[in-house]
T-cell receptor
Framework: EPEVTQTPSHQVTQMGQEVILRCVPISNHLYFYWYRQILGQKVEFLVSFYNNEISEKSEIFDDQFSVERPDGSNFTLKIRSTKLEDSAMYFC?????????????FGPGTRLTVL | AQSVTQLGSHVSVSEGALVLLRCNYSSSVPPYLFWYVQYPNQGLQLLLKYTSAATLVKGINGFEAEFKKSETSFHLTKPSAHMSDAAEYFCAVSDGGSNYKLTFGKGTLLTVNP
């Protein structure tokens, strides 16, 4: 069964450093998402991406964040200068689009720890 | 704007007992509703979904949920809990709009006692 994969599973970085989180969505999907979950809190939407551009972003997704689909398979989230409060689990998700599916499929997540 | 409220951050049941996890939503348009489960150190797995068809939805692992528009609820139930059901459960809503983004509740941690 096709699945969304994410690398790395755990990333530790120093405050102020740049990090890139990688995702490989399901191959025939058209919509891509990043969500995050701060420890003990709910899963929050960050950004959606469709047709090679951001289609919606949340207030959390400020200028420090960017997304890219560089090669038609990978979907990346870059945090330019990490802050302590960026420590969280980051989930990538993909979605085929109607009428094929109503469901977003999630990857296993990348746990980001900012020291 | 959409929102989801999950009553009870932690629910504890005995093995074999009924599981009831509550979810209420707010949406200005007919919603699409989902329950996801997260096992320790794993990602989010879809349990079941409501997308405007039958109001009683059956999912994996014996779970089901009923969409009640009048109560704006989508509670998750399972007649008999199993130890393997111990996990965190998230209710989510989508307006089915152009971006299909999900808005999640805070989650309910289910523990199952032997």
């Amino acid at each position: 069964e096709p699945e969304v994969t994410q690398t790395p599973s755990h990333q530790v970085t120093q405050m102020g450093q740049e990090v890139i989180l990688r995702c490989v969505p399901i191959s025939n999907h058209l919509y891509f998402y990043w969500y995050r979950q701060i420890l003990g809190q709910k899963v929050e939407f960050l950004v959606s991406f469709y047709n090679n551009e951001i289609s919606e972003k949340s207030e959390i997704f400020d200028d420090q964040f960017s997304v890219e689909r560089p090669d038609g398979s990978n979907f990346t989230l870059k945090i330019r200068s990490t802050k302590l409060e960026d420590s969280a689990m980051y989930f990538c998700a993909s979605f085929a689009s109607k009428p094929f599916s109503d469901t977003q499929y999630f990857g296993p997540g990348t746990r980001l720890t900012v020291l | 704007a959409q929102s989801v409220t999950q009553l009870g951050s932690h629910v504890s049941v005995s093995e074999g007992a009924l599981v009831l996890l509550r979810c209420n939503y707010s949406s200005s348009v007919p919603p699409y509703l989902f329950w996801y489960v997260q096992y320790p150190n794993q990602g989010l797995q879809l349990l079941l979904k409501y997308t405007s068809a039958a109001t009683l939805v059956k999912g994996i692992n014996g779970f089901e949920a009923e969409f009640k528009k009048s109560e704006t609820s989508f509670h998750l139930t399972k007649p008999s809990a199993h130890m393997s059901d111990a996990a965190e459960y998230f209710c989510a809503v989508s307006d089915g709009g152009s971006n299909y983004k999900l808005t999640f509740g805070k989650g309910t941690l289910l523990t199952v006692n032997p």
